[in-house]
């Protein structure tokens, strides 16, 4: 298997995940509510469309009817098969549809962490959605939750051991910033060197974080370490163009 359609099959599963989690939620949620807010159901929602499709004004209807024909219409056109809310002509969410709005409203602006930024991109086209509904997704959303479903993602995708056997395999390099604590002669930067096996590091004191400084006591160190195959940093732009190419003279 590749690794895109890995991936693809991970954002799937997380995507299912979030999905149940979302409904188990709104299920304990929708029953301590009143049944008057509750989405209607797949079902509900196909018997008001053809209850509205039948309408005649003679026909003896209950109270019930009279609501939903008081709240609900149809659209004339290719799209008559949708319930709309009368006046606003928002198109009418379900149970079952609620989490793909919000989840397609709220990818649409950008993971926007705020109730009412979602609220508002979801009734632009959908009626029927409550701020608890969408309060509820963004708890489940990994991106937007706190740190208890960093955990969640982080089950999906482990992070993976790097073993390095032996020394010189890997080393990593990082700076530690003392500008806080710059010294008299103005050194402030702490290059540390760390080989990825035994641990053995090496450091050295920086003026600038520059690519050049950087460089300059990396060779420093390498004169005295073992090369190793694998050097890593952080991809910080110190370390990156003229730092490699001094290393690599
Ligand atoms: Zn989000």
Request: proline share 3%.
């Amino acid at each position: 298997m590749s690794s895109d359609s890995e991936q693809e099959d991970n954002n799937k599963t997380a995507l299912r995940l979030q999905k149940q989690q979302f409904y188990s939620l709104v299920d304990k949620r929708l029953a301590e509510m009143k049944t008057t807010s509750k989405l209607p159901t797949e079902t509900q929602y196909n018997e008001y469309l053809q209850l509205l499709r039948t309408w005649e004004p003679k026909a003896k209807r209950t109270k019930k009817d009279y609501r939903i024909e008081i709240k609900y219409c149809l659209v004339a056109g290719p799209d008559s098969a949708a319930l709309r809310k009368k006046d606003s002509m928002q198109k009418v969410a379900t149970y079952e549809s609620v989490f793909d709005i919000i989840h397609s409203k709220h990818e649409k602006i950008s993971h926007a962490r705020d109730t009412r930024k979602n609220k508002a991109a979801v009734e632009e086209e959908f009626y029927g959605v409550t701020q608890d509904v969408i309060d509820i997704y963004l708890s489940v959303c990994p991106k937007c939750a706190g740190s208890t479903k960093v955990i969640k993602a982080a089950k999906l995708n482990p992070l993976k051991m790097i073993y390095s056997p032996s020394i010189g395999c890997r080393a990593q390099m990082d700076l530690i910033d003392m500008t806080s604590h710059e010294t008299k002669d103005g050194f402030k930067w702490i290059l540390v060197y760390v080989d990825h096996h035994c641990g053995f590091r090496h450091v050295a004191a920086l003026k600038r974080k520059t690519a050049k400084e950087c460089g300059d006591a990396l060779i420093a160190i390498l004169g005295v370490a073992v090369i190793p195959e694998i050097l890593q940093s952080d991809n910080g732009k110190e370390f990156l163009g003229w730092c490699l190419k001094l290393i690599r003279k």
